[in-house]
């Protein structure tokens, strides 16, 4: 009896010693948004040749950018080994992807690409690792980097991501039907051209854009919004979306989705769909990000080489207006590899990655010094023009919110009912400001 005791009280102080150990490093549970939990729980005590497996999802890539990252890291730390999980390239759907995985407090994958429009969200959430810790330890100046894309991953005073490129919209033309005095200043001028254009050089249409109803839209609407003097947040943070000036801007918008130079099922391009009938050669014009100046000059994907013009977006009657999009690194909150996660964010994010980045996909850096590297431009030619610098520093932002999934929606919905018909423009920007209203912190 007095054995079996024993056994008995042994028994329980072991399993007791074990459940501490475990909830040592997991905070999953609670709220807590600090990231004060350990970085390494995993990694300590792993010896030297063990290789650690790495997970970074992020969307669809076109490029080769992804591939030759992850090939250069893996060549430099042979005891992290990067593999690569593609997500959905619409970042709606990307972003609800991440949301369920996280929400079941997944380890699966260690490093994300996160939008720029997620960092406030997934910080409140608890999603993300705060990277402040890393970022002093391992001297990283921040300072060195394009404040804005800093501030976007930055929520309640600390770093949530590590910024690694810029997006801002502007017009792609074909140099072999468009010639550069003939390149629209305004939108006016843009569908004057577009009218004319279409059907040359083998085209079909005229201009492409992104119409479907996603984030994609946000950003096209949020361009003519601006560049017609509207806007959806006033500087105090208030909606002020429901003026004459939005309606030009919904208008002209819908104008020229409803126009007979864009593909009749323009309301289900993104990204891809657009980029896609463009480097086949159905377009003089398009609006996209940054990374379609590589695409079109791609040997292996294009039809269009060579023959690529790249311009500010058109003006409407306040001028030019170019939304800020972007991607940023960060790190599962429940990674069982933050320490092996961190070295690879630090080296995307860093000026090799950013460079890879910037010749292999065509993507903006965001370490300002990176606009002078030879091999960057020489990839990347339009990155020293004054029209993309320009349109870099003006560039738009979205509403900054935790729950900037419902603010996206709200417009996303209005914008497409208007260009379904469903709405006019003006019924469109009453029915936003007073639904933002309802949802606006
Ligand atoms: C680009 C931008 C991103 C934006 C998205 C919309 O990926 O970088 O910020 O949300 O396009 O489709």
Redesign the pocket.
Known sequence: MKAKLWFLSILFILVLALVGCSGGGDDSGSEDTSGEEGTSENSEGESSDEVVTLTWAR?QDSTQASEKLIEEFNKKNPNIQVELREMPS???QQHDAYVTQLNAESSEIDVMDM???WPAEFAQAGYVLELDRFIQRDGIDMDKYNQGAVSAANFNGKQWAMPK???TGMLFYRTDIVSEDEVPQTWDELIESAQAKKGEGGTEFGYLM?AKQ???L??NVVEFIHAYGGQILDDSGEVAVDSPETVKGISKLVEIANSDFVPGNINTF??VESHTAFIEGQSPYIRN?PYQWNLANDENESEIVGNVGVAPLPAGDEGSAA?????MAGINKYSEHKEEAWEFVKFMTGPEGQKISAIYGGLAPTLPELFEDEEILEANPFFKEEGFQKALEGAVS?PVAPNYPEVSEIIQINVSKAIAGELTPEEAAATMEEELNNVMQ
């Open positions: 969307g619409d970042t709606g939008d720029v429009i490129f810029i997006d992104q996603y984030e994609g946000v950003c993104t990204e990000w939304a800020l999009g972007g991607w979205r």
